[in-house]
Structures are given as C-alpha cells and as structure tokens.
C-alpha cells in the first residue's frame, strides 16, 4: 500500500513539475532575410523525427524551407530549400505519416496564388516536385492546411469572384493524386482560416465565418464520416456578439479539441471547447487566457489524456509565447508557463508531441529579424504507460498482451533494467507503422502500456517494443 501511494505521489508531482523542465531555445535560422512560421502546424513529429517547415525571404523573395531533427530535437539538419521560383511561396503547413512527410502551402508561380503540395516518402530526405491541388488561375488560394494518415486531405481558402470560401481535396494514393476540389462553404459573406484533423475514418474541420457581419466572425465545424467522401452539415460553434477567429482542431479517438480567438470580454482571448463523441455535441466555450493585453493564435496537441495548447500573448509589453497544460482532456486546465523572454515579438508558435516531450516551434525577432526557434520540455507529456513496480529487474523482458484477441483495448507488460530509451510501436501486416505507444526514456522498473485500438478494423497487427538495444515484437489480434 505504501509503494502504491508513493508511486501514485511522484506520478503526481512529476505532471506538475513537467512545466518546469523547459530547456532553452534553440535558434534555427540565422541569415540576413526573415524567416516565418504559419500559425497552426509548422512542426509535427513521426517515430523519432521531427519535421519543421518556414518560409524564408533570404534568397530575394519568400520560398519554403524546412529541416528536421532525427533524435527528438536534440540536433537539427541543415536547411532543405523546398521551392526554387521567381515567385513567392508562403504559409506552408506539414502533415506526417509513417515515413510520408506531406507539405501544402501558397505559390503565385502562376500569376495568381495557388495551392502546391510536396511530399517525402522517407522521413524528409528528399522531396517531390511541387503539384497544384487547386484548379483555377482565376481564384487566388491561401491559408491552406493539411491532414495525413491512409488519406490526405487538404482544405484551403480560395477566392472566387469576390466570395471567399473554403475548398477541399483528399488523396487516397500518398499524394500521386488529387481529387476535384470541392466547395464546403457556400456563404455570400467570407470563410476562412481551415484547420482539419481526421482519425480512422472521421475528418473533421473547423472554419470562421462572416455570414453573421463582418464586425461577428463565428466558428463553424463539418466533418465526414466516410473518410471525406461525403460531408455532414454545417455547426455553428460560437455564437455570441463579438469576433470568434482562428480556430485550431485535434482529434484523439472520438474525442476533439477546438482553441480559437474571440473578443467577447473586451479584448482577445483564448477559447476551448471539445467533443467527447466525435463531434455529435460540444461543450461550452472556456475561457482559457484572461488579462488585459492581447491572447491570439493558439495551437494545440494531443495525446492520450495530457492536452497542450501554446499561443501568441502581449501581456509583457511585446508579444511572448505562452503554454498551457491539461491532465484530464481538457476538463481543467493548469496554470500559464511563459515560454519565450526576448525585446522582439515572438509569434506563429506551433506545438507538437513525441513521446514524453512537447515540442514548439516559432519566429523571433529578438535579433534585429526574424528568425525561427525552436523549445523542448522532454518530460512535459507524460505517455499512456503505467510504472507497475520500482524494483529493478535482472533483464529486459516483455511478456505477450493480455487479453489476445481483444477489443478494443489491449495491454503490454514490460520490465527494462537500466535507464533507457523505450519506443513502442503497433504495425499493421503491411509493416506501416500505425501508431506510437511510448516513445522516451523510462527509469527501471516494471511497465504497463496500454493500446486502444478503436479506430482500427478487425485484423492482425504487431506490436514492435524496443528498449535500449533490446527489442521483441508481439503478435496481436483485434476481434470487434
């Protein structure tokens, strides 16, 4: 009972401690030009990468750059220049998939502002050429964001005889090719800003909207069912008198979580709401950030129960980034951890999970220009395993989980001897890794990690578990 209570109180204090263990920040551009992150999604993470993208104006005019970290951002690539025209690439956005990375962003290669798509079958090494996703020279396309898991899907702004509205494609092949775009907005006022998440089968985005005035922007919400063939109708999420703006949508199973802007107390705040059954119903608006000064453009992650969210604040005089945590889904949240200390503004911050570390990525400008950074804490996201017993065992061993078949929840008991790296992974018969179980550095002891498998079809899988240099895969069957 008394090592039951203890482990249960270091469980405790290393969440509220977690927010302490943020490590300086890293600078990752360093030339004369200005480099600029996108608000939403311009670093993700995929087994131990992670996958950065900007766009940078060092060569003249702006172009899209990215580069990547092999060993959870303790080091980073050089810079990989992505786009080589005389025009101007902006507001890239990366998605990642196993070792598919996919980027979307905005070109006006062709006279007008288009959507481009890129992608890298192995983990960012080399790139594809460019491909338009949108299909008008009359439109001009901005604001895109990008999805990947089996599908792609893409959503973006595009302009069309005066009438803004959001447009959208999906790629059932990796990106070789693309669906018609299609129009889920159909408004006389303008849609912008899309986000879209998916998980299994469901998509799901999130939009503003000025149909009400233009002086009451609102949030709305669509999802699909069917892997984005067919879309529900449209959900009006914010509703009061004031400006409600750029949302930011993640999925985890059934459950989503929505962050946006909104200026109902007076001033710009950030605001929360989620879903708990795939977006049937939602919750009330939270209000997440409350002071005087301006809170805008949060991002937010992710995994298991643990939520992240980070966001632009100019409560210190200039524009600083902030985080925020949550340890039950968003039901409460902690308190706010300021992130960035400089004279320049610090804005467009990105978040992003791997395994036990959170990862967020901006643009600076402390030294004279714009430039990107880069902040880890690597202890901030605790993962979904479970520390059985501290005692230290002779070897490393990992027994067969229980129960086998299952549905839709199964467990896997490990115990690791040294201090180590363990990483587990779940593949489908393919090979293609399907998701992350634990992925970080674990004290010795014995473990218990749990997947949930409800967004997967019946079938065998094999779970891969990996600690040190010892490794062990398990053969597992999901019955629903």
Request: proline fraction near 2%; glycine fraction near 6%; charged fraction near 15%.
């Amino acid at each position: 009972m008394k090592n039951s209570i203890y482990i249960i109180l270091v469980l405790i204090f290393s969440v509220f401690t977690s927010v302490s263990q943020w490590q300086s920040d890293v600078r990752l551009t360093n030339y004369a030009g200005s480099s600029v992150t996108t608000h939403g999604k311009c670093i993700v993470s995929e087994n131990n990468y992670l996958h950065a993208v900007w766009c940078d104006n060092r060569d003249g005019n702006y172009e899209i750059y990215y580069k990547r970290s092999t060993d959870n951002g303790l080091t980073w690539s050089s810079d990989t220049r992505l786009t080589n025209n005389t025009a101007s690439s902006y507001e890239p956005c990366v998605s990642s998939y196993g070792s598919n990375v996919h980027i979307l962003f905005s070109d006006e290669r062709s006279g007008y502002f288009e959507i481009y798509y890129m992608r890298s079958t192995n983990n960012g090494s080399n790139w594809s050429n460019a491909v338009r996703v949108s299909a008008d020279d009359s439109y001009h396309s901005y604001s895109a964001f990008i999805c990947a898991t089996n599908y792609i899907y893409a959503a973006w702004l595009d302009e069309f005889e005066g009438d803004l509205d959001i447009y959208y494609s999906r790629s059932s092949n990796n990106g070789y090719n693309w669906s018609t775009p299609v129009s889920l907005t159909n408004g006389n006022q303008a849609q912008k800003y899309p986000m879209i998440t998916s998980s299994g089968s469901n998509v799901h985005i999130v939009y503003e909207d000025e149909r009400v005035s233009l002086t009451n922007t609102e949030i709305y919400y669509r999802r699909s069912t069917n892997s984005g063939v067919n879309w529900d109708a449209e959900v009006r999420l914010t509703n009061n008198s004031a400006q409600s703006w750029n949302p930011h949508i993640t999925s985890e199973g059934n459950m989503l979580y929505v962050v946006f802007d909104d200026d109902r107390t007076g001033n710009p705040e950030i605001y929360f709401k989620r879903s708990t059954n795939n977006g049937v119903n939602w919750s009330s608006d939270a209000i997440l950030t409350i002071n005087s000064a301006v809170s805008a453009s949060a991002s937010i992650a992710v995994s298991g129960i643990y939520a992240h969210i980070v966001w632009g604040d100019d409560r210190d005089g200039n524009s600083e980034i902030y985080y925020k945590f949550s340890t039950n889904s968003g039901s409460t949240w902690g308190a706010d951890t300021r992130l960035t200390n400089s004279a320049g503004d610090s804005r467009g911050a990105s978040v992003c999970l791997l395994g036990n570390a959170v990862n967020v990525l901006w643009y600076d400008g402390r030294s004279g220009n714009n430039e990107i950074y880069y902040k880890r804490n690597p202890t901030g996201n605790p993962t979904g395993v479970e520390l059985i017993s501290s005692e230290i065992p002779e070897r490393f061993s990992v027994s067969q989980n229980y129960p086998n078949p299952f549905n839709p929840a199964t467990n896997f008991r490990f115990q690791i001897a040294d201090f180590v790296f363990v990483n587990i992974t779940v593949y489908d018969i393919m090979g293609r890794a399907l998701e992350t179980i634990v992925n970080g550095e674990l004290n010795p002891g014995t473990y218990e990690a749990e997947w949930n498998a409800s967004d997967h079809a019946s079938g065998v899988y094999f779970c891969k578990i990996t600690a040190g240099k010892f490794s062990d895969v398990k053969k597992v069957i999901l019955s629903k």
